[in-house]
C-alpha cells in the first residue's frame, strides 16, 4: 500500500525552485509513495500580475517534475488575494485547504518546508490526528522577513524557534543549520542533515557539445566564462561582479558572464545587459527546464556565489553548489559560514571576502592554470552526495519517523 506524504510549504511549488523538496519527493518511487503537495503562490514582484487574478479561489492543478520528468505531483492552492499586504495575509488561508487535506487524505507524515507563518498550526493539527510532523529547514526563514521590519522579524524568528522545538522531527540541509536547530532543541535531539544532492552522471564535461555550445552563445577562443544561475536577491552579489567586469573592461576582456535564474534583480540586470559595452559580454537568461542547466555549465569554466555575507545567506548551501562542481567547475564563492563548513578548503572552492574581489580570485587562478584541477577536486568532492544515496537516506528515515521500519528507533537513526 502506498505511504501518502502532505508537503506543505508557504512558496509556490510550480514556480519556484527546483530547490530541496522537488529533488527527494520526485525522485521517491511512485510505485511506494503519493506526495501530495499544499502551496502558496507567494506575490513576487514583477512575475504575478499577469499570472494570477486578483481573488484566487482554492484548487487543485497538476504540476509536472522539475527534476524527473516523468513525476507529476498533485498541488492543492488555497486561495489568496493578490493586492499589496494583502496577498502576505492571506496565506493564513492556506490553514484551511491544509486541513482539508488532512482529513481527506490521512497521510502517513506531514513535511513542511519554506513554512512559517502556519507551521506551528500544522504541528498542532497534525498532533490531533496523530500524524508525525517534520520541519525541514533549508534556511533560516524567519530572515526573509526585512531586518528594517525589526517586530516583524522578531515575530517570524519565534515562530521558527516554537516550530523548531514542536515538530516531530527536524531536518536540515548542512551542518550550519543543524547547529542553529540543536540550539533550540538540545542536544540529542531528534534533528539530522539530510544534504543537498547531486545526479553527477547529468553533469559530465562533453567537448564537442561545449564547442557547439559555445559558439552558439558568441564565445570566442580564450575567453573565460562565468556561470551564475539561481533567484537573483538584490544581495547575490551579482551587480557588484559585472561592475567590475565593466569598469575593468580593457584588463578583463576576455571575461563573459552567464546568468541563468529570474527575480528581485532581473530587471536592473536586464537594462546593464542592453548597455553596448555589455551586450556581448553578458548573456542573461530566463529560468529553462533543469535538464539544460547541464549544456551551460559545460560551457562555461568557472562558476560563482557572490552573495553578501548577511544574515539571510551565512547558513546557507544552494543546491547549485552541487551542481557547479558535480560539471567539473570550480567555484568562487563568497567566505560563507554554511560553505565553509560543508565544502572545507581545498575542494574546489574558493573562498573571497567581497562580491568584488570574485574576478580577482579568477585570474589568479587562471594565470597559475589551476581551473582544471580545482575543477576536478569539485567533482570529486561532490560525487559522495549523489541523489540516489541522499534520497535512500531521505526515505528510510521518513519510514522510521512513521514507524513503518523494523530495527532500530528515530534516536537510533545514526546510519539511515
Request: with cysteine; charged share 25%.
Amino acid at each position: 500500500m502506498k505511504k501518502v506524504i502532505l508537503v506543505v510549504q508557504e512558496t509556490d511549488w510550480i514556480e519556484r525552485g527546483p530547490h530541496q523538496s522537488h529533488h527527494l519527493l520526485e525522485r521517491l518511487s511512485p510505485d511506494d509513495y503519493e506526495v501530495h503537495v499544499v502551496d502558496f503562490p507567494l506575490i513576487w514582484e514583477n512575475l504575478s500580475r499577469a499570472k494570477y487574478p486578483i481573488v484566487q479561489g482554492p484548487r487543485t492543478l497538476l504540476a509536472g517534475g522539475k527534476v524527473v520528468e516523468s513525476s507529476e505531483m498533485k498541488i492543492h492552492r488555497s486561495a489568496f488575494v493578490n493586492l499589496p499586504i494583502l496577498s502576505t495575509l492571506s496565506v493564513l488561508l492556506q490553514r484551511n485547504e491544509i486541513r482539508n487535506q488532512v482529513k481527506r487524505l490521512k497521510p502517513d507524515i506531514v513535511v513542511c518546508f519554506a513554512s512559517l507563518l502556519n507551521v506551528n498550526y500544522v504541528i498542532r493539527l497534525c498532533g490531533r490526528h496523530e500524524i508525525p510532523c517534520v520541519y525541514y529547514l533549508l534556511e533560516k526563514y524567519y530572515t526573509m522577513v526585512p531586518s528594517r521590519f525589526g517586530f516583524l522579524r522578531d515575530y517570524a524568528r519565534w515562530l521558527e524557534s516554537k516550530a523548531i522545538r514542536a515538530s516531530d522531527y527536524c531536518l536540515v540541509i548542512n551542518e550550519a543549520l543543524k547547529e542553529y536547530v540543536d540550539l533550540s532543541r538540545g542536544s540529542g535531539s531528534k534533528s539530522k542533515v539530510i544534504p543537498g544532492g547531486v545526479a553527477v552522471t547529468d553533469f559530465t564535461s562533453n567537448i564537442d557539445e561545449r564547442i557547439t555550445m559555445r559558439s552558439e552563445l558568441g564565445i570566442g577562443n580564450g575567453e573565460i566564462v562565468l556561470f551564475y544561475m539561481g533567484w537573483l536577491y538584490e544581495f547575490s552579489g551579482l551587480t557588484e561582479v559585472i561592475g567590475e567586469m565593466l569598469e575593468r573592461s580593457r584588463e578583463l576582456d576576455r571575461f563573459k558572464l552567464i546568468v541563468i535564474g529570474r527575480g528581485d534583480l532581473w530587471e536592473s540586470l536586464r537594462r546593464i545587459a542592453e548597455r553596448p559595452e555589455a551586450e556581448s559580454r553578458i548573456v542573461l537568461l530566463d529560468w529553462m527546464p533543469h535538464s539544460m542547466i547541464a549544456r551551460y555549465l559545460n560551457a562555461s569554466d568557472i562558476c560563482i556565489l557572490p552573495a553578501y555575507n548577511n544574515e539571510v545567506m551565512e547558513d546557507i548551501v544552494p543546491i547549485k553548489m552541487y551542481e557547479y562542481m558535480a560539471a567539473a567547475k570550480p567555484v568562487i564563492a563568497t567566505d560563507l559560514r554554511g560553505l565553509k563548513l560543508e565544502f572545507g578548503e581545498n575542494n574546489g572552492v574558493m573562498y573571497v571576502d567581497r562580491p568584488e574581489e570574485v574576478l580577482e580570485k579568477a585570474v589568479e587562478m587562471i594565470d597559475k592554470n589551476m581551473v582544471g584541477t580545482y575543477g576536478s577536486k569539485a567533482r570529486e568532492f561532490v560525487a559522495r552526495n549523489d541523489w540516489s544515496k541522499v534520497v535512500t537516506e531521505f526515505e528510510t528515515l521518513l519510514r522510521d519517523i512513521t514507524g513503518k521500519q523494523s530495527g532500530e528507533s528515530v534516536d537510533e537513526c545514526s546510519k539511515c
